[in-house]
């Protein structure tokens, strides 16, 4: 059985897509995916497997640019109503440190990288990282 490029493409674009389910990369083997899927339909017209994995690279390389967009950064997310916690280590100037926030510890980060937090001290939430909060002490907002 010989096999055309059109259907080549159409099961490589599957296998790409499915191994996003399993592996997830960042949409990266998705987006192949998807760009194998639009070659399938151009090799209809255009015979020439060396331009068709040309036009592969060059739609796989734009799509996954242009999905960077869609994916999250890792940006510091605003708490709605600013809340209190209290320090239960000292968090040093630029480091994290452990706070007690909503009955849990967690790590928190001073939103002044050169202010240090002893333990044992009031601060407020201001935002959020990840697993880590960003807090200011509560005596600079009262002062």
Known sequence: MLWNPTLLWLISGA???????????????FMMG???F?????????PYLNIQIFLWMVLSILLVLLSR???PKGKVRA????????????????????????????QARCEDTSAAIPPNQNVIVVG???TTLIVVPENLLHS
């Open 15 to 29: 296998l790409l897509c499915l191994t996003e389910l399993f592996l997830p990369t960042a949409f990266v083997a």
């Open 34 to 36: 998807l760009s194998a």
């Open 38 to 46: 639009a070659v399938a339909g151009i090799s209809l017209f255009l």
């Open 69 to 71: 967009r869609l994916v």
């Open 79 to 106: 708490i709605e109503d600013s809340q209190e916690a209290k320090t239960l280590t000292e968090i040093p100037p630029g480091e994290t440190g452990r706070v007690i926030y909503e009955g849990n510890s967690w």
């Open 128 to 130: 959020r990282k990840g």
